[in-house]
């Protein structure tokens, strides 16, 4: 069997966007029967979570829908990371430019994506970034986890058709 493709999702302090996203992409690909071919993690571009749990909110958000994310804690993304992860997927433009900045290379560089640009729904002119629900309230959580669980859909159907299984 070939090697798993490897998937981050990296927000700004890896509490609440990013574990959701983790998440999210674990739920769903259990679902579709590949946790053999799809690994899933995350990070945050600071320390400051390291260690810790997803934020209350997030985890009152995620088990709300069905996903339990006690287990996972928070760690820092650093630049050894770029040779594990086949992409990683940045929840907005602040995280993209951080991402961008300790890749080691032109190759890591072109491992980073905005995770929204894998939206089916998201509008073209969109600004793409997964906004930061920390300061807000319970609604903000809501959303993100909406607009995440779109984009990971999204990014499954792309990682099926474009990396398990390239056109030839």
């Keep these: 069997m070939a090697d798993p493709v490897r998937l981050c999702f990296v927000c700004l302090g890896n509490i609440c966007r990013s574990p959701t996203a983790e998440g999210v992409m674990r739920h769903l690909v259990a679902e579709a029967g590949l946790t053999e071919r799809i690994e899933v993690d995350s990070a945050g571009t600071a320390g400051w ?3 810790d749990h997803a934020d209350r909110r997030t985890r009152a ?22 040779a594990h992860f ?7 433009h602040d995280n993209l430019v951080d991402l961008a900045s300790m890749a080691p290379d032109d190759d ?9 640009a894998f939206d089916p729904t998201a509008d ?20 993100v986890f909406d607009m995440v669980d779109r984009a990971c859909r999204g990014l499954l159907d792309h990682v099926r058709t474009e990396l398990l299984d390239p056109p030839a």
């Design 49 to 51: 979570h390291e260690g």
């Design 124 to 143: 073209s002119d969109a600004d793409l970034a997964v906004p930061d629900p920390y300061y807000g309230g319970a609604d903000g959580f809501a959303a």
């Design 86 to 92: 086949d992409l990683v997927l940045a929840m907005d």
């Design 61 to 82: 958000e995620a088990q709300r829908r069905g996903i339990d994310l006690s287990a996972l804690r928070g760690r820092q993304f650093r630049a050894d990371d770029f």
């Design 108 to 116: 890591a560089r072109a491992s980073i994506e905005l995770l929204r």
